[in-house]
Each structure stands twice: as structure tokens, then as C-alpha cells.
């Protein structure tokens, strides 16, 4: 009697994992073609972790769906949930309700976005790790820790050669001879450091507040601060944090990405190409976008 | 005993239906999500890009009336993995596919499930096999 309530019960949850991953589209365990992940080494340990070492080839040790971030920062999604709720200020709270996402509690209708993304303007940092994150490299120079990421073959640098972060963020610059004129940035102001020889930190300001910090629409001010953390957990692994210090839109700093762990990959692993193009977006909004909002398009 | 079976049924089924959110590169607002349609079609265009791969083609609907769909998937980063590629479809296939269609009836959708002409079925979704265990690809590293 009893697994004639059984059988049927397992075989509808056997269609749940069968048909699941379909439903869920591309939420799940995802491999970027010839990366390896932490499921690939079951039960076998990593060697001990190179001293100031963060130099390689990342991928998201638990799949490239990781770096996904569809419905906001990692460590706080924009999901409606009590403590995903970010600590914004008045001025916070009002960019926030001002940007319009195609994701989280605020979405709208992709043909209804002003979102700077679709329209291929620049990610910037820290977006480019907390939306659309795929495979990063590293390396490491005397005076820079350079980061190339894949979407829109985009690189950052961190200077390691000693000198401070810009000290008015809202009208930031180098304080060096002969360095650019005063000007916010896509990708802001670098510095960093080893506080110990298996934790690399970088700080950042001077940033161009027209970016978002996720694709949920939250904002960041031109008074943004990013402090993140690499450590090295052993030779296969890198963890990173990156928390966000806004004092305009924030009352708190807070965390957006929590030791998310990364593998390291082959020194012969390709990144992909992963460009956003102005003229395919373009194409897509035309044939898809707009006809599928209501939006009056020629097809 | 049959309504017993029949709650365990529904209760598994429920499990299917908030198993996950749907997760895509944009928002699932415009889609009737949990919604399929398979339509068998011939296809006129398969335009490999970002932010979003689509396909055009045209199929007959049930009154005889040819109707041109475009339909999209991921972005290729994330369709490769999956088997897709540039050369998936060419002008001219005939091609039978499972969508996930907008809410507003119009002919759009997402596409979850391609049958090419050769039969290869090719799923967008998370199936890939992790490497290194039965069905996939040996350890690179």
C-alpha cells in the first residue's frame, strides 16, 4: 500500500530533477568550456597556497553560473527578503527607486530599462564582478596587480607601488607629477596591499556615479568606496569579498559579495570573447524587446 | 488510497513549480512562465549574439496561417557550454521547438528545447555533465 503513494510521489520529484534544470533556464551548474570546477576533484585536497600569489586564471569553483547575479549582488539579492533589504539613505533609497532594472523587486519590462548596461555603456567596477561575472585573470607586476575580465575584454590595474587613493573621491586624481587631470572614472581609483602573505587588499574610489552596482538597479554615489579582498586558501583556490562604503547612499558599509571561492584554472585555459555590441542590442530590442513590452516595433 | 496518491502527486508536482525561480539575462516579466508551447517551424534566421541569441522561423498555426516567430536563448558565453553554436541552425531547417512563449500572445518566446533535422536535441539549460564523471569530459587539469 505504501509505495503505491511512493512510486508515484518519487516519479514526480524524478521529474522535478528531470525537468528542472529546463524550467530554470540557465540557473544551475554551468561550465565554461574547458574550465574545471571543485566538482571535478571529489575527495582529492589542494596543495599548500603559494605566499603573495593570486596570479591565474579564475573561474567560480561551484560553475559559471556563480558569477551570474541576475537578481542583484550575491550576498544580497534584491528579492524582497527582510535581510537582503540594503541600508540606504534618503538619497539612497531615491536613486535607487529612480533606476529602472529588469531585475529584482523594482523590475520592469526590458523595452522599459534605463539601465546603462543593455545600451553596452560600461559596466565599471564593481559591476563588472557583481553582474555578468565570468572567468578573470590575474597577474601580478612589481607595482600592479592587473585583473582582465572577460565581459567586454575589459582590465583594471591596482597599484601596488606604494601610492594613496585620490583623496577627494569627488574630484579624484592621482597625486603624482605629470599624472591625468582631475576626472571620475568607469572603473575608479586603485590601490592595494598584502596584509598578510595569503590576503591581497585593494581599495578604490574616484567613481563615475552614472554605473550601477548590480542588475537589480542599486546605485552607488560618487562618494563610493569598494574595499576587496583576495585570499588565497591553498593552490587551487581564491576567495573574494568586495564591500561597498557609500556614505551618500548607504548608511552602513555592507557586503556584496561574501568569499565567493574561485579555481584555478589551466595556464593554457582560453577566456572567451564576450562583447555587448551596440548593433546586436540593437537587433535584439527591435525583433524581441520591444514587441515582447508592448512597444510599438517594425518587425 | 487514490486521494492519497493523488495528494503525494500534487505535492510533488507543487515541489516541481517552486523547485526555482527562472533565471535568465533579463526579466521574466514578459514571460508566461511555467507556460510550453512546441511548435515545429522552418527556420529563416539564427542570429548568434548578445544580449541574447535568436531565432526566426516561420511555422503554420492551427488554422493554416504562417506565423513568424522569433524566439531568443542566452547569450552564446552561455549557450556553448551547452552544445550551442553559431552553426546550430541554418535558412532552411525544419526544426521542432519547445518555448516558453510572452505573456502577450504575440509570436515570442524563450527557447528551452531545440530537435535539429539530424534529431540532436539540444537543451537550454543547466544539463551540462560535470567533467570527470559518467557522461562528460575527462579532467583538463
Known amino acids: ?147 582582465l575580465y572577460q565581459f567586454n575584454k575589459k582590465w583594471r590595474v591596482i597599484w601596488t607601488d606604494g601610492r594613496a587613493l585620490p583623496k577627494n573621491p569627488e574630484v579624484p ?92 584554472q589551466s595556464a593554457s585555459f582560453e577566456i572567451p570573447e564576450q562583447e555587448c555590441v551596440p548593433s546586436e542590442t540593437a537587433k535584439y530590442d527591435k525583433l524581441f524587446g520591444n514587441p515582447a513590452a508592448g512597444v510599438d516595433s517594425a518587425r | 488510497m487514490t486521494k492519497t496518491r493523488a495528494t503525494a502527486f500534487t505535492a510533488a508536482v507543487g515541489l516541481l513549480i517552486l523547485s526555482g525561480p527562472l533565471l535568465a539575462h533579463h526579466a521574466n516579466a514578459i514571460f508566461d512562465v511555467g507556460k510550453r508551447v512546441t511548435v515545429t517551424g522552418t527556420v529563416t534566421e539564427w542570429f548568434w549574439a548578445n544580449p541574447h541569441c535568436l531565432l526566426r522561423f516561420d511555422a503554420k498555426d492551427d488554422k493554416g496561417q504562417m506565423v513568424h516567430w522569433v524566439a531568443e536563448t542566452q547569450a552564446p558565453p552561455n549557450m556553448i557550454p551547452f552544445g550551442w553554436s553559431k552553426l546550430s541552425f541554418k535558412a532552411g531547417d525544419v526544426v521542432t521547438l519547445t518555448l516558453e512563449p510572452v505573456k502577450s500572445g504575440q509570436a515570442l518566446g524563450r527557447i528551452l528545447q531545440a530537435v535539429l533535422p539530424d534529431g540532436t536535441t539540444l537543451v537550454a539549460g543547466a544539463t551540462a555533465v560535470p567533467a570527470g564523471t559518467a557522461g562528460g569530459p575527462p579532467p583538463t587539469r
Open chain 1, 173 to 264: 586624481a592621482w597625486d603624482i607629477k605629470d599624472s591625468p587631470p582631475p576626472e571620475s572614472r568607469w572603473w575608479g581609483y586603485s590601490v592595494g596591499r598584502w596584509v598578510d602573505d595569503y590576503t591581497f587588499v585593494g581599495e578604490s574610489n574616484g567613481f563615475d556615479d552614472r554605473a550601477w552596482l548590480d542588475n537589480a538597479g542599486r546605485p552607488h554615489s560618487d562618494a563610493m568606496r569598494v574595499v576587496e579582498t583576495y585570499h588565497r586558501v591553498d593552490a587551487d583556490h581564491l576567495e573574494k569579498t568586495i564591500t561597498i562604503d557609500d556614505p551618500k547612499y548607504y548608511t552602513r558599509p555592507w557586503v556584496a559579495l561574501d568569499k565567493l571561492p574561485y579555481r584555478l
Open chain 1, 1 to 147: 500500500m505504501t509505495h503505491r503513494v511512493v512510486v508515484p510521489a518519487l516519479a514526480a520529484v524524478a521529474l522535478v530533477a528531470l525537468l528542472s534544470p529546463v524550467a530554470r533556464g540557465q540557473q544551475g551548474f554551468r561550465r565554461a568550456p574547458g574550465a574545471v570546477y571543485d566538482v571535478d576533484f571529489a575527495g582529492r585536497k589542494s596543495g599548500p597556497a603559494p605566499r603573495r600569489s593570486i596570479s591565474g586564471i579564475w573561474e567560480f569553483a561551484k560553475g559559471g553560473a556563480e558569477g551570474i547575479q541576475a537578481d542583484g549582488v550575491k550576498a544580497m539579492p534584491s528579492d524582497g527578503k527582510p535581510e537582503h533589504e540594503l541600508p540606504f539613505t534618503a538619497e539612497g533609497r531615491a536613486a535607487f527607486m529612480a533606476n529602472k532594472p529588469t531585475f529584482g523587486v523594482t523590475l520592469v519590462p526590458s523595452a522599459f530599462t534605463n539601465d546603462p548596461m543593455p545600451g553596452c555603456d560600461p559596466q565599471g567596477f564593481p559591476r563588472i564582478t557583481l553582474h555578468n561575472a565570468h572567468t578573470e585573470q590575474i597577474l601580478q607586476t612589481t607595482t600592479q596587480v592587473v585583473i
